[in-house]
T-cell receptor, first 111, second 112 residues
Framework: SQTIHQWPATLVQPVGSPLSLECTVE??????LYWYRQAAGRGLQLLFY??????ISSEVPQNLSASRPQDRQFILSSKKLLLSDSGFYLC??????????FGSGTRLTVV | GEDVEQSLFLSVREGDSSVINCTYT??????LYWYKQEPGAGLQLLTY?????DMKQDQRLTVLLNKKDKHLSLRIADTQTGDSAIYFC????????????FGTGTQLKVEL
């Protein structure tokens, strides 16, 4: 069966420090991968998506970047975190069925 | 662009039915989803419906889709305190990598 792993679950980082969040998917090949952010409150905003290795599409201009070094690995990064980068980050994947499955999320607090 | 709207809050008594409503704008939507988010947790897929369906029932959950009005609803029968959470409506389209657009979420509070 397919599973999605996201880590760490919680992260507290100082302003100006780097960031690396990792997401891996098991049990499928060539998935579409996504990073969403949920800011304080409700809204879920699509940050990046990838349809294949090395292919990254950015939805909104921001202080973050994404990379897909392997088929089932999706990494969210920043060179220098801002206070406004705080939020709940969710990784998701989908295959040919189009059904989205989400990871358990990483709560990032920038202090 | 795509837009998905939901009311922010809903309060019901335990044992009653809950109906959470959602409207969307993208007529090319392929799937429409309902996700549940409990405090501090990720998103749990509750159910989904293909855009060519009108209704889907899964145990206590009933999804109704009115394509003409672009209106989606989630009915939870016999609502329990464990159903208290935020419910997100989302629509998926196949353009550019199967993107998913979320509503703002409806906070469901179940009172005794």
């Amino acid at each position: 069966s397919q599973t999605i792993h996201q880590w760490p679950a919680t992260l507290v980082q100082p302003v100006g420090s780097p960031l690396s969040l990792e997401c891996t998917v098991e049990g499928t090949s060539n998935p579409n991968l996504y990073w969403y952010r949920q800011a304080a409150g409700r809204g879920l905003q699509l940050l990046f998506y990838s349809v294949g290795i090395g292919q990254i599409s950015s939805e909104v201009p921001q202080n973050l970047s994404a990379s897909r070094p392997q088929d089932r690995q999706f990494i969210l990064s920043s060179k220098k975190l801002l206070l406004s980068d705080s939020g709940f980050y969710l990784c998701a994947w989908t295959d040919r069925t189009g059904i989205f499955t989400f990871g358990s999320g990483t709560r990032l607090t920038v202090v | 662009g795509e837009d998905v709207e939901q009311s922010l809050f809903l309060s019901v008594r335990e044992g009653d039915s809950s109906v959470i409503n959602c409207t969307y704008t993208d007529s090319s939507s392929t799937y429409l989803y309902w996700y549940k988010q409990e405090p501090g947790a990720g998103l749990q897929l509750l159910t989904y419906i293909f855009s060519n369906m009108d209704m889907k029932q899964d145990q206590r959950l009933t999804v109704l889709l009115n394509k003409k009005d672009k209106h989606l609803s989630l009915r939870i029968a016999d609502t329990q305190t464990g159903d208290s959470a935020i419910y997100f409506c989302a629509e998926g389209s196949k353009g550019g990598g199967n993107k998913l657009t979320f509503g703002t979420g409806t906070q469901l509070k179940v009172e005794l």
